[in-house]
């Protein structure tokens, strides 16, 4: 790989592989705390050095709360990224959050229980507190901005995303929760991954996609068939987003 800068795409539910990549190679990453989910896809994309990684293997086999995130930044640090978009298919609990939407989220909430969420556990790192104020990269999550009104794409800039433990979705009740909380989006694969892209000192955004309207905000029941739909149209969405970030 050459160059200063190296993205690394994260692709979630909807994006285990990445269309129009120029693939070099791929490699399983190993680290001192275990295999990234799936191997590395080192390529170029618009003429720059890219790293894709399906943070539920490919294929999607690995349920959020199961997900080795710490292993999967390593891997990231490992091979020099300087920096992370994550791509999550989430649920919209605010009325602006509607399914197909794409919100640049710029706070986070933690409802998951039971991950390995640090790095600075006084095992693998000696402890230590960071400042996790502001979630997002602030100057990564502009561009992004900026990039999808390039691409003449609309977005919902700033939105707090709450984490849920899953596989399954929220009840009626956990959703009102949250937004009681000041949620907007709902997914299960934000954290800890934002907070050990922190630790590593790694600048992380989110692409948070809207695939259906949470628990209770909807008329009728969730289906994976309108969930699938919303998942095909959007990221090609989000796709355009990248390509014309990369393209700055």
Known sequence: MSGSSLTAIVGGTGLTQYPGLN???EEIIETPLGASSSPLVFA???GQDVVFLARHGHPHTLPPNKINYR???????????????????????????????ICIPDQIVDYTHGREDTFFDGVFK?????DFSHPYDGALCDALMLAAEKANQDIVMKGVYGATQGPRLESIAEIVRMEKDGCDLVGMTGMPEAVLARELNIPYACLSLVVNKAA???????????????????????QKIISSFLQK
Do not use: F, W
């Not at 990231?76 to 999550?88: E, S």
């Not at 905000?217 to 095909?232: L, P, R």
């Open 23 to 25: 693939i070099e190679r």
């Open 44 to 46: 170029n994309l618009h």
């Open 71 to 101: 292993a999967n930044l390593l891997a990231l640090q490992k091979v020099g990224v300087t920096q992370i978009i994550a791509v999550n298919a989430v649920g919209g609990i605010t009325q602006a959050m509607d399914a197909e939407v």
């Open 126 to 130: 000696p402890l230590e507190h960071i």
């Open 216 to 238: 209770g905000k909807s008329e009728g029941i969730i289906t994976m068939d309108d969930i699938h739909a919303a998942v095909d149209n959007g990221m090609a969405c989000v």
